[in-house]
């Protein structure tokens, strides 16, 4: 079982930046996929970005290229997700998520085995 603990929410105005992280406890391993998603109220749970722990290659949700940036440090079991330029449509429950896939990264929420509890972000206008 892997653990998940999502940290770094919280509120900031339009423009601003935050950085969440995702550390991971348990059977932890480079030989799956890290992932963000995100709920916003009344909506589905959206693909953000996500990181094979094998390769190192990231990916992004195309709308999210270029203000969020997924990166890891392996030594701390930890990943972050900096959250640059954002909107107030940015507003949203952020999880991090585990998926065991060796290469690439898959976007469907329900291909995760492993979920934190979320932490939220909101932006004002």
């Known amino acids: 079982q892997v653990l998940l603990e999502e940290s770094g929410g919280g509120l900031v105005q339009a423009g601003g930046s935050l950085r969440l992280s995702c550390a991971a406890s348990g059977r932890t391993s480079t030989k799956y996929v890290m992932g963000w998603f995100r709920q916003a109220p009344g909506k589905e749970r959206e693909f953000v970005a996500a990181?094979?722990?094998?390769?190192?290659?990231?990916y992004y949700a195309d709308s999210l290229k270029g203000r969020f940036t997924i990166s890891r440090d392996n030594a701390k079991n930890t990943v972050y997700l900096q959250m640059n330029s954002l909107k107030p449509e940015d507003t949203a429950v952020y999880y991090c998520?585990?998926?065991?896939?060796?290469?690439?990264?898959?976007?469907?929420?329900?291909?995760?085995?492993?979920w934190g509890q979320g932490t939220q972000v909101t932006v004002s206008s």
């Open positions: 998520a585990v998926d065991w896939y060796l290469y690439g990264a898959r976007r469907d929420s329900s291909r995760y085995d492993y």
């Open positions: 990181i094979n722990q094998n390769t190192g290659a990231s």
